[in-house]
């Protein structure tokens, strides 16, 4: 089944890329990039990977051409990433590594899928992108008079969490009613409060409390409005 050999290119990849790959290897490529002697062993697994799961030696120029393509890109991202950068390397290193099977998985096995998009896909995909960095300007600008209150709200406190902790508490909740599974937005709210508990019992700070308490209301407020907005779209 052409579906299945998919699944295996993605699995020989997952292993090559995050099982095998050890952490020593990384470091001597991102020290050396393009000298290191792990990037040609690296792409040379991914090559022998393939072959192992598919289990058929015709398929060697799949293998070749995903491995050769897999010492570029590794070296590529090697080449232009720094230490501020490595996240959106590591994203864009494995979103072409991905592209790559794909194209050649249609390619091969002639499996090319180009069908119409649902209007189902587009009111989710819009709704996961508000929720994201639009709803955390929103909650912003909405909490921005009482932010400059508090004169310790960052401290001890990774950059840009409390950012990242709202759009997956969001898409969490969205997901949840769009699934019909409700009861995971308590289990959320319930999780959240235990885990700041601490927090703000030892902060005694009855200001930061309610200003916590209003930023999660907010975020799962915008989170529900267009998961119920949502829901009646994709009736």
């Known amino acids: 089944m052409p579906t299945m050999i998919l699944v295996k290119l993605i699995l020989a990849h997952l292993i090559g890329d995050f099982i095998i790959q050890s952490e020593k290897w990384i470091a001597d490529k991102e020290a050396k990039r393009w000298a290191s002697p792990f990037l040609y062993i690296h792409s040379l697994i991914h090559f022998l990977l393939i072959l192992l799961i598919l289990w058929d030696i015709k398929y060697w120029p799949v293998a070749l051409i995903i491995a050769v393509s897999h010492f570029f890109i590794d070296g590529l991202k090697l080449s232009f990433q720094t230490e501020k950068s490595r996240s959106f390397w590591f994203g864009a290193d494995q979103t072409a590594h991905l592209m790559v099977i794909i194209a050649i998985w249609s390619i091969f096995w002639n499996e090319i899928y180009l069908y119409p998009l649902s209007n189902e896909f587009w009111v989710v995909l819009t709704a996961l992108l508000f929720l994201s960095y639009p709803a955390s300007y929103i909650v912003m600008y909405s909490m921005g008079r009482w932010t400059s209150v508090l004169t310790h709200e960052n401290e001890g406190s990774l950059e840009g969490a409390g950012k990242y902790i709202g759009i997956l508490e969001r898409m969490f909740v969205y997901i949840a009613i769009i699934a019909g599974q409700l009861q995971i937005i308590g289990f959320l709210l319930a999780a959240k ?38 829901v009646q779209l994709l009736k």
């Open 193 to 230: 409060s235990v885990f700041r508990y601490g927090d703000l019992t030892r902060s005694k700070d009855r200001k930061l409390t309610e200003y916590i308490l209003i930023g999660t209301l907010l975020s799962f407020l915008i989170a529900m409005i267009t998961g119920f907005i949502s």
